[in-house]
T-cell receptor
């Protein structure tokens, strides 16, 4: 079945550091790829998506590029802030019923 | 209002007893989903309603039931809770449309003792 692997379980950075969270997927079809972010006490919220090869998704300074060749959708941000501290989920989505398959999440802690 | 509400936020249940969790949304979304989230694991889709049609994932087919009395409400029902059901349960909804985003509630933390 389809699966998503996030390499880093936890990431600790200082403010203004560069962020990379690695996401690789395995899918039989041609899925869309998503990033969701979850703040404490809240449910995951949509960050952005990409639905075709080489498409870049972005929001709030975060970005990721769909790479079908390497089956990856790595999340990057040039300069993180303390308010970016959260759990980040990579997910792949089916076109039918918008079903999502999530990765296990990466907890980002940013220190001032 | 893009809020998905879940009640209760915390639920304590005894082994062998039933559990009913409630979710509501006012966005008139066609599809509502239930996920189970355990520590250090990915959120796992349990089932979803598209309009009035229930779709349950194959590996959790017999463990969970659900109802959707109207477009706004959806419940998740466990007939006989076991220790393995302790988890966070997340409800989400989405509109019709290819790759539409899902809107999540804050979750219900279920502890089975």
């Amino acid at each position: 079945g389809d699966s998503v692997t996030q390499t880093e379980g936890q990431v600790a950075l200082s403010e203004e550091d560069f962020l990379t969270i690695h996401c690789n997927y395995s899918a039989s079809g041609y899925p869309a790829l998503f990033w969701y972010v979850q703040y404490p006490g809240e449910g995951p919220q949509f960050l952005f998506r990409a639905s075709r090869d080489k498409e870049k998704g972005s929001s709030r300074g975060f970005e990721a590029t769909y790479d079908k060749g390497t089956t990856s959708f790595h999340l990057r941000k040039a300069s993180v802030q303390e308010s970016d501290s959260a759990v980040y989920y990579c997910a792949l989505g089916e076109s039918s019923f918008n079903k999502l398959t999530f990765g296990a999440g990466t907890r980002l802690a940013v220190c001032p | 209002d893009t809020t998905v509400k879940q009640n209760p936020r915390y639920k304590l249940a005894r082994v062998g007893k039933p559990v009913n969790l409630i979710c509501s949304q006012t966005m008139n979304h066609d599809t509502m989903y239930w996920y189970q989230k355990k520590p250090n694991q990915a959120p796992k889709l349990l089932l979803f309603y598209y309009d009035k049609i229930l779709n349950r994932e194959a590996d959790t087919f017999e463990k969970f039931q659900s109802s959707r009395p109207n477009n706004s409400f959806c419940s998740l029902y466990i007939g006989s809770a076991g220790l393995e059901y302790s988890a966070m349960y997340l409800c989400a909804s989405s509109r019709t449309g290819t790759y539409a985003e899902q809107f999540f509630g804050p979750g219900t933390r279920l502890t089975v003792l």
